[in-house]
């Protein structure tokens, strides 16, 4: 139950469950008690969902924007790196990861490389289904990161001694952004709404975070159920037809005449 809640409709606990996944086969007491504080967590957070919204004014644009980041061998067995990053549509998140990378990050900027990789890969694939389901809109994707080494692997071919080792398949993420495919932007770290899915926040930072990727949260809405937002036309459709876990207040909510409302969870 917890892990599709992570996965569904509840970015904010891909980390722990992340990082308590490891322990599935022999967990211990210690992580047994993790586990309660989730559900405290989650006892206490009930009214949280995604909203979607739109611009009143109409694009012929579909902008994909997402972050990536890493942290760098916090993993204490294998010194393995863990990849976050999150991507909104509408307004709302709409997909996101905390993984465990599968190689040892020699430094931070590789670690980072690796993540922005990922995060490429999964920008492509969102990219393929818009553009399947809205084939009149083009797709812009946009990825935000928040160290300059990185960057700067990503943007510029030219090989050092401390990089030339990465393996040829990370580079995906330098060849998309030659093409023109992919919008590889530097975002201070405070502002990077991936730094939730690679390490254990306090309250303040993680709320923060929270609303950064317009995560629903009672003080920002209207009541605990139900919050305005008016769909550009097709992109409701197309989280509905991917993402079927998600509920709608009005069952009439696709009849846009008559929908005047509806929240997303």
Same mark, same amino acid.
């Given at each position: 139950?917890?892990? %599709?809640?992570?996965?569904?409709?509840?970015?904010? +606990?891909?980390?722990?469950?992340?990082?308590?996944?490891?322990?599935?086969?022999?967990?211990?007491?210690?992580?047994?008690?993790?586990?309660?504080?989730?559900? $405290? %967590?989650?006892?206490?957070? /009930?009214?949280?969902?995604?909203?979607?919204? &739109?611009?009143? *004014?109409?694009?012929?644009?579909?902008?994909?924007?997402?972050?990536?980041?890493?942290?760098?061998?916090?993993?204490?067995?294998? &010194? =393995?790196?863990?990849?976050?990053?999150?991507?909104? /549509?509408?307004? @709302? #998140?709409?997909?996101?990861?905390? $993984? $465990?990378?599968?190689?040892?990050?020699?430094?931070?900027?590789? #670690?980072? %490389?690796?993540?922005?990789?990922?995060?490429?890969?999964?920008?492509? #694939?969102?990219?393929?289904?818009?553009?399947?389901?809205?084939?009149?809109?083009?797709?812009? +994707?946009?990825? @935000?990161?928040?160290?300059?080494?990185?960057?700067?692997?990503?943007?510029?071919?030219?090989?050092?001694?401390?990089?030339?080792?990465?393996?040829?398949?990370?580079?995906?993420?330098?060849?998309?952004?030659?093409?023109?495919?992919?919008?590889?932007?530097?975002?201070?770290?405070?502002?990077?709404?991936? *730094?939730?899915?690679?390490?254990?926040?306090?309250?303040?930072?993680?709320?923060?975070?929270?609303?950064?990727?317009?995560? @629903?949260?009672?003080?920002?809405?209207?009541?605990?159920?139900?919050?305005?937002?008016?769909?550009?036309?097709?992109?409701?459709?197309?989280?509905?037809?991917?993402?079927?876990?998600? &509920? +709608?207040?009005? #069952?009439?909510?696709?009849? =846009?005449?008559?929908?005047?409302?509806?929240?997303?969870?």
């Amino acid at each position: 139950m917890l892990m %599709y809640l992570a996965t569904s409709t509840r970015p904010d +606990l891909a980390f722990t469950l992340g990082q308590l996944s490891r322990f599935v086969a022999k967990p211990s007491a210690k992580h047994v008690g993790a586990v309660k504080r989730v559900f $405290r %967590y989650l006892a206490g957070t /009930l009214d949280y969902g995604i909203p979607y919204a &739109r611009k009143q *004014d109409e694009v012929d644009e579909v902008v994909l924007e997402g972050y990536s980041d890493s942290d760098w061998a916090n993993d204490p067995e294998q &010194r =393995k790196s863990t990849t976050g990053f999150v991507f909104s /549509l509408a307004g @709302g #998140a709409i997909a996101w990861m905390s $993984r $465990r990378q599968s190689i040892i990050a020699l430094s931070t900027a590789e #670690a980072e %490389y690796v993540a922005a990789c990922e995060a490429s890969m999964e920008a492509m #694939a969102e990219s393929n289904i818009l553009q399947e389901i809205l084939p009149m809109h083009s797709v812009k +994707l946009k990825i @935000g990161i928040d160290n300059q080494a990185d960057h700067v692997m990503a943007t510029n071919p030219t090989y050092s001694r401390r990089t030339r080792h990465v393996e040829l398949r990370w580079h995906f993420v330098r060849e998309q952004v030659q093409k023109g495919v992919i919008e590889l932007h530097k975002v201070p770290g405070e502002e990077n709404p991936a *730094d939730a899915f690679t390490k254990a926040l306090d309250k303040k930072r993680l709320e923060g975070l929270l609303k950064m990727w317009v995560f @629903g949260m009672p003080s920002d809405r209207r009541s605990s159920f139900e919050v305005e937002a008016i769909f550009e036309e097709g992109v409701l459709e197309c989280i509905l037809k991917f993402k079927p876990w998600i &509920r +709608l207040a009005q #069952a009439d909510a696709l009849d =846009k005449e008559s929908w005047d409302g509806a929240h997303v969870r």
